[in-house]
């Protein structure tokens, strides 16, 4: 009996939070991964049979999946947790042997493998090239994995979830941005937990929460010296003082090539209130 479309199956549950995701292995791992000179002849039967086929990425490169989703659902289903283990660990094996792994499928082959500390790793470092090629929906849900399953040092896990609020954000999911920004702000430094809680404020008046919105960002003016007016008669108060203000001094100034991080700080947290509140 021929059992070579187990090797993809146990990934397959592990895909469903992405639809637009297959369970796909480099044609090359099916000789690593059994250790046998007939790993490509197994293959081609497989073939043969519409059990697997072969596709072809934007480098030219060769993948193996199943030929058709309810193959995998019905392989997959037939698995006991103990030969899916065994699979994952033959699987995490030739993926750690190719240096040039999908960070990815090797996360999740680890996580099946019940390796959570190896996984989670894995997992952080797919996050980040998520991240960095704007795939922020699929970093927000790597960089969740991440940090459900692993140990880090405090650096590196004050930085995950940092990155997994910047990533939610920018995938537009603003309240979830703004929890994910409250809850990284709670373990960060003093200067950055002020900036934090401006960025959750940001994310949370976006979204319409004006209440939580408001409350946050006059915490963050608090921190840089200012205050959001409580009422219409205090706006105008505070308008008039300005004004009035700008008008003794002049609008003569002196040009500056760069500002202190603090006057920096000022700055962004008063364009936070103006984009957020007056638009």
């Known amino acids: 009996a021929i059992d070579t479309p187990t090797l993809i199956c146990p990934l397959h549950r592990h895909f469903a939070f992405d639809p637009c995701s297959r369970p796909r292995l480099p044609a090359h791992l099916f000789g690593v991964f059994w250790r046998l000179a007939d790993g490509h002849a197994q293959l081609d039967q497989l073939r043969s049979e519409q059990l697997v086929r072969i596709s072809l990425d934007e480098e030219g490169g060769r993948s193996v999946e199943c030929y058709h989703s309810k193959i ?23 993926l750690l042997a190719d240096p040039d792994s999908n960070p990815e499928l090797l996360a999740r082959a680890l996580e099946l493998a019940e390796v959570p500390q190896d996984a989670a790793i894995y997992a952080a470092r797919a996050a980040d090239a998520a991240f960095a090629a704007l795939a922020f929906e699929r970093a927000a849900n790597l960089y969740t994995r991440a940090l459900e399953r692993g140990q880090f040092p405090p650096a590196r896990r004050q930085a995950l979830r940092v990155n997994k609020a910047e990533a939610l954000a920018h995938a537009g999911h603003g309240e979830r941005a703004a929890e994910a920004f409250v809850a990284a702000a709670a373990g960060a430094s003093a200067e950055q ?3 934090l809680t401006r960025k959750a404020g940001e994310q949370y008046l976006m979204t319409g929460d004006l209440e939580r919105g408001r409350v946050l960002l006059a915490k963050a003016l608090r921190s840089v010296g200012h205050s959001l007016p409580l009422n219409l008669a205090a706006t105008l108060a505070s308008v008039t003082w300005w004004r009035s203000r700008m008008r003794l001094r002049s609008f003569v100034f002196t040009p500056r090539i760069e500002h202190d991080r603090a006057t920096l700080r000022e700055l962004e947290s008063l364009r936070t209130v103006t984009y957020c509140l007056v638009r």
Request: charged content about 30%; hydrophobic content about 40%; cysteine-free.
């Open 72 to 94: 995998r659902e019905h392989v997959a289903s037939t698995l006991d947790p103990l030969h899916t283990r065994e699979l994952a660990l033959g699987l995490s094996r030739a």
């Open 193 to 195: 937990a002020d900036e």
